[in-house]
């Protein structure tokens, strides 16, 4: 339980989106400079002339002190005038204004002192914090907490797998007797990493050979910066039908629809992927870094494991994650092409 944490930079608010699953941000002018009509600026001089932001202060500092918890509930107050990258970031263009992040995602955005929002927004913070105490903060779907990933974040990026519309992802050529797409997405820890006891198929396995389709719509538009692959085959060495890794993986952007598999093996991708043994940490993911510039604007994503990196018939997946910035809410539907899931190859 602490005061509001006055940010410094915008790598400031960017740490601390990262390290506190809750960030309550209070945006505020705390300096007005002074302009006179054909004159050269004046100085900087500090100014109490935002009276609600005045009246607002106290009652942030009290949720602040009954509410903050280390590496869980931060509050946080922006000078905007100090601050203008984070406050362009934001599009803070009322004060003050408040803003609530889970996850190092904006959950909801209220301008103005008024005390029936503010209140509203103590009571959804107050249940989260006791969810997530609950679950003793630790991360799994529907726990309250924050995905599992099995790699860190990149600096300045954050998680924008929520971002997936999981109803309308299509996977092809899937094991039906291992999960779908939901599976790639699940919010919590890969079965096989707890404890060794794979409690459920929380994984996808190609069926009729080692190639896989995935369409990927989104919610927004993003710009992704880096994708991460988890992949948790059996270990037996004596066992040939064993899946595997993906070795070899193409990307392509802004579909309206899934591919077909010859379409995707003949298209040029927008990224070709080659994975190998050294990228695959102790977690079982690697980090793959997208190039940066081919992947701003963003509304949908096909995934295309062309191969495996052994002699079997089958890939496995255990999760997939997206990391980047979110965008501006997509305009309109794509449009679906088939069911959720296929279990043919579709050749």
């Not at 003050?96 to 190092?104: A, H, Q, S």
Request: proline share 5%; glycine share 8%; hydrophobic share 35%.
């Amino acid at each position: 339980m602490s005061k509001p944490i006055a940010i410094t930079s915008p790598d400031h608010f960017t740490q601390l989106l990262q390290s506190s699953q809750i960030v309550v941000a209070k945006c505020t002018y705390r300096l007005l400079r002074a302009l006179v009509e054909g004159a050269i600026p004046l100085p900087r001089v500090w100014a109490a002339w935002c009276g609600p932001c005045h009246q607002v202060a106290p009652v942030f500092d009290q949720l602040s002190q009954a509410l903050s918890r280390p590496n869980l509930v931060t509050f946080v107050n922006i000078d905007t005038e100090a601050q203008k990258e984070v406050a362009e970031a934001y599009a803070i263009s009322s004060l003050p204004t408040f803003i609530i992040f889970r996850n190092g995602k904006t959950v909801e955005k209220v301008q103005g002192a008024n005390p029936l929002k503010l209140q509203a927004i103590v009571k959804k913070l107050t249940d989260q914090v006791d969810s997530l105490e609950g679950s003793g903060g630790a991360s799994g779907s529907g726990g309250g907490g924050a995905s599992w990933r099995g790699a860190e974040l990149p600096r300045g990026y954050t998680d924008i797998t929520d971002q997936v519309e999981l109803g309308r992802c299509e996977l092809l050529n899937v094991d039906t007797e291992t999960g779908g797409v939901r599976a790639l997405f699940d919010t919590s820890k890969p079965s096989t990493l707890s404890g060794g006891k794979e409690t459920a198929k929380d994984w996808v396995e190609s069926d009729t050979d080692e190639q896989l389709l995935l369409f990927i719509p989104f919610q927004s538009m993003l710009k992704l910066h880096t994708l991460q692959i988890t992949s948790l085959p059996p270990t037996d060495d004596d066992d040939e039908d064993a899946p595997m890794r993906p070795r070899t993986i193409k990307l392509f952007t802004n579909k309206a629809h899934n591919l077909g598999f010859d379409e995707a093996e003949d298209m040029s991708a927008t990224q070709l992927i080659e994975l190998t043994e050294k990228d695959w940490n102790t977690e079982g993911t690697a980090n793959i870094s997208l190039r940066y510039v081919k992947f701003q604007n963003i509304t949908s994503l096909v995934l295309f494991v062309v191969d495996g990196d052994g002699e079997s018939e089958k890939v496995r997946l255990d999760r997939l994650r997206l990391i980047g910035e979110t965008g501006e809410k997509r305009v309109g539907k794509i449009e679906k092409i088939g069911d959720d899931d296929h279990s043919g190859h579709g050749h």
